[in-house]
């Protein structure tokens, strides 16, 4: 049985038909990523699951009708925004322990979520001091407060540099190894690469493929052996990134907000590792055709 269910799909907001006709299922323990451009739907989507838009078609979250039987099928979704505004006044510990007492739990269950994304030594830090990636680790252990079987994430990792980035896909990746079931919206395909098993790929509000990140590469880079990897380092660490890569025999030059290194497929990460390794500061990267 699947644990998402949506069949038939339309949101509209006025005259403007946002979702058309759309209908998939993810089972349990799957990853699924949204994919395509701005305006494609991917959020329209999730809050439709959420129960937060009013929709047409059926939504259904292990059986639960999202539209009838809205409250107990919410206790089975933890969801995580792009950006989660929170009370900067209080700790890390209140908040989790605020949101906590929302769902009716107790406080233990709490500081347990803190402690699986690797925040239990923050407790009495003002939630307003945190970085970027620590604040969204906050937002993941509010979404798994109750233990839900299905994350829900709307390009989670979007505002975070690469060391943020990489720190909580670790988070997600050992996640859907417990046996969540995710489905998450994304524009960088390397977590598509990374996290997903299927694709849903959406395209003026409409499910144009249900595929897989295998096919989705063949779509994007089509007979490519090489990608344009773009990075971006503070201007102090250009030059030495630039020498450090071409020493290895990399073939880079420079941009208006780093370096772009040509690279074989099969090794796309290497240039972040090595830089990393020698200590230079990779703040974000997109991959290009």
Same mark, same amino acid.
């Given at each position: 049985?699947?644990?998402?269910?949506?069949?038939?799909?339309?949101? &509209?907001?006025?005259?403007?038909?946002?979702?058309?006709?759309?209908?998939?299922?993810?089972?349990?323990?799957?990853?699924?990523?949204?994919?395509?451009?701005? $305006?494609?739907?991917?959020?329209?989507?999730?809050?439709?699951?959420? $129960?937060?838009?009013?929709? @047409?078609?059926?939504?259904?979250?292990?059986?639960?009708?999202?539209?009838?039987?809205?409250?107990?099928?919410?206790?089975?979704?933890?969801?995580?925004?792009?950006?989660?505004?929170?009370?900067?006044?209080?700790?890390?510990? @209140?908040?989790? !322990?605020?949101?906590?007492?929302?769902?009716?739990?107790?406080?233990?269950?709490?500081?347990?979520?803190?402690?699986?994304? !690797?925040?239990?030594?923050?407790?009495?830090?003002?939630?307003?001091?945190?970085?970027?990636?620590?604040?969204?680790?906050?937002?993941?252990?509010?979404?798994?407060?109750?233990?839900?079987?299905?994350?829900?994430?709307? @390009?989670?990792?979007?505002?975070?540099?690469?060391?943020?980035?990489?720190?909580?896909?670790?988070?997600?990746?050992?996640?859907? *190894?417990?046996?969540?079931?995710?489905?998450?919206?994304?524009?960088?395909?390397? *977590?598509?690469?990374?996290?997903? /098993?299927?694709?849903?790929?959406?395209?003026?509000?409409?499910? *144009?493929?249900?595929?897989?990140? %295998?096919?989705? !590469?063949?779509?994007?880079?089509?007979?490519?052996?090489?990608?344009?990897? &773009?990075?971006?380092?503070?201007?102090?660490?250009?030059? $030495?990134?630039?020498? @450090?890569? /071409? !020493?290895? $025999?990399?073939?880079?030059?420079?941009?208006?907000?780093?370096?772009?290194?040509?690279?074989?497929?099969?090794?796309?990460?290497?240039?972040?590792?090595?830089?990393? &390794?020698? %200590?230079?500061?990779?703040?974000?990267?997109?991959?290009?055709?």
């Amino acid at each position: 049985m699947a644990l998402l269910t949506i069949e038939h799909l339309t949101k &509209r907001f006025g005259t403007v038909t946002v979702l058309q006709d759309i209908s998939c299922t993810v089972a349990p323990g799957e990853s699924v990523a949204l994919w395509g451009p701005n $305006g494609a739907g991917k959020t329209t989507l999730l809050r439709c699951v959420l $129960g937060v838009l009013p929709f @047409e078609g059926t939504i259904r979250i292990d059986g639960l009708d999202v539209r009838r039987q809205g409250k107990q099928a919410r206790r089975l979704v933890g969801f995580v925004p792009q950006e989660v505004t929170f009370y900067p006044t209080l700790t890390v510990g @209140e908040t989790a !322990a605020f949101f906590a007492r929302l769902r009716g739990l107790e406080p233990d269950e709490a500081r347990r979520r803190l402690a699986q994304v !690797a925040l239990e030594d923050r407790l009495d830090q003002p939630v307003r001091t945190l970085s970027g990636g620590q604040r969204q680790r906050l937002a993941l252990a509010l979404a798994l407060l109750g233990d839900p079987p299905l994350l829900l994430l709307d @390009e989670p990792t979007a505002s975070l540099d690469v060391r943020s980035r990489a720190e909580f896909m670790t988070h997600l990746q050992t996640l859907l *190894e417990q046996g969540k079931t995710l489905l998450f919206s994304t524009h960088r395909f390397e *977590e598509v690469e990374h996290l997903a /098993r299927r694709v849903l790929l959406l395209e003026n509000g409409r499910l *144009e493929a249900d595929t897989t990140p %295998g096919e989705l !590469a063949r779509r994007l880079f089509p007979e490519t052996t090489h990608y344009r990897l &773009r990075l971006h380092l503070p201007e102090p660490q250009r030059p $030495g990134a630039l020498q @450090e890569l /071409r !020493a290895h $025999g990399f073939e880079v030059w420079m941009n208006g907000h780093g370096l772009e290194v040509r690279v074989p497929a099969d090794e796309k990460a290497a240039p972040l590792l090595l830089l990393s &390794r020698a %200590g230079f500061e990779v703040t974000d990267f997109e991959l290009h055709a």
